[in-house]
């Protein structure tokens, strides 16, 4: 038997994705955002409420990264989530966090997690809150590769489990990718 949820914003897997952006005055700042993903081939889609310092940066610069996540740094991801920008100016660096520029984008990258994506804005709609992003360049710190490619189970991933409000990490092989399904063709 099958339990209902009604309409709600539950999936698995839900990344925990930072968002890093520049405030007016340069600083950098980062917040956790759990509602985003790849929205078309070089695409990114997130919800952000337009109340967040991170919105209001958007809009200014027209930049920012996406890091992932990872288990390492728990509990900074989790800060810059419930700490916010508008009362903390700071919580970059509270966080603990080393705002290194992007050559890509005006938007910082977190040295401290190891893989991230360099956007620029495409749109943000205040109504729904949907920030449309173009990815211009997807980096990956040498830690988490092994032969050249990035893996999953080096970068140990958070994801967010929406229905509980726990973080879980990502890791495990259990399969290959466009192969284990030819078995039943």
Not at 3 to 8: H, L, R, T, W
Not at 85 to 101: E, I, L, S, Y
Not at 129 to 139: A, M
Request: aromatic letters at 8%; proline letters at 5%; a negative charge.
């Amino acid at each position: 038997m099958r339990k209902d949820f009604g309409a709600k914003a539950i999936l698995f897997p839900m990344p925990v994705l930072i968002i890093g952006t520049y405030n007016a005055d340069g600083t950098p700042n980062a917040m956790n955002a759990a509602w985003g993903g790849i929205s078309d081939d070089t695409q990114i889609s997130i919800c952000l409420s337009p109340t967040h310092k991170t919105v209001e940066n958007l809009k200014l610069k027209k930049a920012f990264t996406v890091s992932v996540a990872d288990a390492k740094h728990l509990a900074e991801c989790d800060y810059v989530g419930i700490a916010s920008g508008n009362n903390v100016p700071d919580k970059f660096a509270k966080a603990g966090f080393t705002a290194v520029k992007s050559d890509k984008v005006d938007a910082p990258l977190i040295a401290e997690l190891p893989f991230a994506l360099e956007c620029e804005m495409i749109s943000y709609d205040d109504q729904t809150c949907r920030l449309v992003g173009e990815i211009v360049n997807v980096c990956a710190d040498e830690s988490i590769l092994t032969d050249g490619k990035i893996d999953i189970a080096k970068l140990q991933p958070l994801v967010y489990n929406p229905s509980a409000h726990t973080y879980h990490v990502v890791g495990n092989k259990v399969g290959n990718a466009f192969s284990d399904g030819k078995k039943l063709m």
